[in-house]
């Protein structure tokens, strides 16, 4: 599904990323893990499409379509969707107007009918309940006064309206507490499915106890230094990142 | 001694050069200004003596004056001379035959618009056929007004058939000698709008001047007047959603308001006249006077204003307060995108008791727009627990254009109440992305954040205007970024 080959790239003229390799399939889960500034964020905003990172050389495959070429409306009417580690919030317009808005850009991209406001409440009531949302949220403005633990939340409630196929969710566990990363984390485990993927960028382990990951990568000063599966993730939270890279080195 | 001063007094003092006869079988006259065209003016349109002279007293109080140069605009000096005041109407032969016959650009802007085939070939100035004769439909609407006793008119209509209200109000609320624009306007005029809502009636209908298509035709300088006798209520559209080409490029008109005791006038606007090019070539000038005066205890005048259109727009539409528990409002949404340059806003002046007043300003400034709010709000010395809140609230798109603020506060009451609130925000990368990584295309992004960003503003406008004004706002917003 996703295909990162040797990509290196950064901002301002400071390279971030030196040489990446990452290969997703449909129906996995992937942790990227790494310390503060080793490009986990970076190599999020890249896939999602954010423009103010110079990409200077490598390839990004998506469904056998050269990634790096799409407008970042393009990626998400394609599939991508990218939970935000600081959700933006868009004075005066309603959560539900910007959801159903974003809903039926995509539809229509992909040629499918547009669904009305009456049949977007229909829809989107259950997703609700799946996040443990209240009905007085939807009329809020997107993200305007809304707790951090509420922000994150409503991310994942986008994620389950918008249905994507690959899901990268930027450090969605921070800020949460525990009662919050369980409510959040069960909506990402509901939505997993055979035919789409998730990569979760975090620093700690703690989600990942509940969204259990197939692979797990550990990402140090733009490189990925090493690759395992779930155990890699607890050794690296009894040991600490030091350890870890010192062993790879 | 300013050179303009000295411009006007020369052409005050001196003879007029041109031999100008007064032929009334012409139906214009040539461009400059004198004794000679305010009569010919006034004799063309069958006034009384008294509006004659009202007229003529206007133009040399106007000659006395100095154009004013406070606001934050630029543009180059306007000949006065160079303009034609008088060309009745065309009549519907001279315009154009169909819609093939009409600039191109302008249908794509009414299908932008979502507007009507036969509504685009009234706007369009197309000579429409009887089907859609909008003589016949501005009757019938005529008709059911005049079973409530309100009047509804042209102002020309109004002198002929009400002299005695146009005499009574006329320059009441603006003087003739207000400012240089409602002077010039006051001398001047051709045409306009004039409503009267009887005591105790409720207008059954919004006023609009899309009924009266030929009012919407009568040149630059427009007067209107509109009063709301006691315990009345009207609410009055005012403007065409669609682009007006004018050949002429200064537009002064003068609207005034009169709500008596416990009378509720609502304006509402939707300005779009042509905003000139990306390089600043073309469009309109646009000085205008409004003001409202609630000269009754408990009366309430609500301004609404969405300005999207001219080149430059110098306009503050106005309560006075007078009456006791009187009430001003001023929702406005003003956009300069190109190179178009806006100074607007609002004055409310307390004069009653307990009297209470709202400004709400959203200003947006995109690719070199240029946008200022200026606001007064002066609390006189008897207007005692008088409350006024003020918010405005600024949103650039792009790097090169600008917002700017003057807020004015007189307060000469201690049990006055004032509150002002203001904010500049940049539509961010980030904002624009979040949009975008949800699916929405950068385009509608923009219009999405914009009209979030209005929305207190849309609150307030009759539904089927917010409609249109939202729309106005995207095609308006169009190639503004990227």
């Known amino acids: ?249 | 001694m300013n050179s303009e001063t000295e411009m006007l007094r020369e052409y005050a003092e001196r003879d007029y050069q041109f031999g100008f006869v007064t032929d009334v079988e012409t139906d214009a006259v040539p461009a400059g200004l004198s004794e000679d065209v305010i009569r010919f003016i006034s004799k063309r349109k069958r006034e009384p003596k008294w509006l004659t002279t009202w007229r003529l007293e206007a133009y040399r109080h106007w000659l006395t004056m100095e154009e004013p140069h406070w606001a934050n605009i630029e543009y180059d000096p306007i000949n006065y001379q160079d303009i034609v005041y008088y060309s009745a109407p065309k009549s519907s032969a001279d315009g154009p035959k169909s819609l093939d016959d009409v600039d191109p650009e302008l249908i794509a802007t009414y299908e932008k618009l979502g507007i009507p085939l036969h509504e685009r070939e009234k706007l369009a100035g197309v000579a429409v056929d009887a089907v859609f004769d909008s003589v016949s439909v501005a009757t019938t609407f005529k008709d059911q007004l005049a079973a409530q006793g309100i009047i509804f008119c042209s102002f020309s209509e109004a002198v002929q058939e009400h002299p005695e209200l146009v005499r009574k109000y006329l320059g009441s609320v603006v003087p003739r000698s207000d400012n240089f624009f409602a002077a010039l306007n006051s001398a001047v005029f051709t045409d306009g709008s004039f409503a009267y809502i009887p005591k105790g009636v409720q207008c059954p209908l919004e006023l609009s001047t899309y009924f009266r298509i030929n009012a919407a035709k009568t040149g630059q300088f427009e007067r209107t007047l509109l009063i709301a006798d006691k315990d009345s209520c009207v609410s009055y559209l005012e403007g065409c959603t669609a682009p007006m080409r004018d050949e002429n490029q200064l537009h002064a008109a003068v609207v005034e308001l009169v709500a008596l005791d416990d009378a509720n006038i609502k304006y509402s606007t939707v300005q779009n006249w042509y905003p000139g090019n990306e390089d600043g070539v073309g469009g309109i000038f646009n000085f205008v006077t409004k003001r409202g005066a609630c000269r009754g205890s408990n009366s309430k005048i609500s301004w609404t204003q969405v300005e999207t259109g001219s080149a430059i727009t110098w306009k503050y539409p106005s309560c006075i307060l007078q009456g006791d528990n009187s009430i001003g409002e001023f929702y406005s949404i003003a956009l300069s995108a190109k190179r178009q340059q806006a100074d607007t806003g609002t004055k409310m002046v307390h004069i009653g008791r307990n009297t209470r007043s709202t400004i709400i300003s959203k200003g947006i400034s995109a690719q070199r727009g240029q946008n200022s709010y200026r606001g007064q709000v002066k609390i006189l010395k008897k207007a005692e627990g008088a409350r006024n809140y003020s918010q405005c609230d600024s949103l650039l798109i792009g790097e090169q254009c600008g917002a700017h603020t003057f807020p004015c506060l007189d307060v000469q009451n201690s049990s006055a109440h004032v509150e002002h609130e203001a904010s500049t925000s940049r539509i961010g990368e980030d904002q624009l992305f979040y949009c975008q990584q949800r699916g929405i295309s950068l385009e509608d992004s923009i219009n999405l954040i914009v009209n979030g960003f209005c929305k207190e503003v849309f609150r307030e406008l009759p539904m089927e205007f917010a409609v249109e004004a939202q729309k106005l706002l995207e095609v308006s917003l169009e190639g503004s970024v990227g």
């Open chain 1, 1 to 249: 599904m996703l295909e990162i080959r040797n990509l290196k790239a950064g901002i301002d003229g400071k390279t971030i990323l030196k040489g990446i390799d990452l290969t997703v399939n449909a129906g996995e889960v992937h942790a990227i893990m790494g310390p503060n500034g080793s490009g986990k964020s970076t190599l999020a905003q890249i896939i999602a499409g954010r423009e103010q990172f110079e990409v200077s050389s490598g390839s990004v495959k998506y469904d056998e379509k050269d990634l790096l070429e799409l407008a970042p409306e393009e990626r998400a009417c394609a599939g991508i969707f990218m939970a935000f580690q600081y959700p933006v919030e868009i004075p005066g317009v309603s959560n539900s107007y910007f959801l159903r808005s974003a809903l039926n850009s995509q539809r229509r991209a992909r040629g499918e009918q547009e669904l009305d406001a009456f049949e977007f409440l229909t829809f989107i009531q259950e997703r609700m309940a799946l996040l443990n949302l209240h009905e007085e949220l939807l009329n809020r403005p997107v993200n305007e006064g809304f707790s951090g633990g509420e922000k994150k939340r409503n991310e994942i409630f986008q994620m389950a309206v918008l249905e994507p196929q690959l899901a990268v969710l930027d450090e969605t566990d921070s800020g949460l507490d525990i009662d919050a990363l369980r409510v959040v984390a069960s909506g990402i485990n509901s939505l997993r499915r055979e035919d789409n993927a998730t990569i979760v960028v975090t620093h700690y382990q703690r989600l990942l106890n509940y969204v259990v990951p197939d692979f797990v990568h550990v990402l140090v000063n733009g490189r990925i230094v090493r690759s395992g599966d779930r155990q890699l993730a607890l050794d690296l939270e009894e040991q600490g990142y030091d350890h870890v890279v010192a062993q790879a080195a």
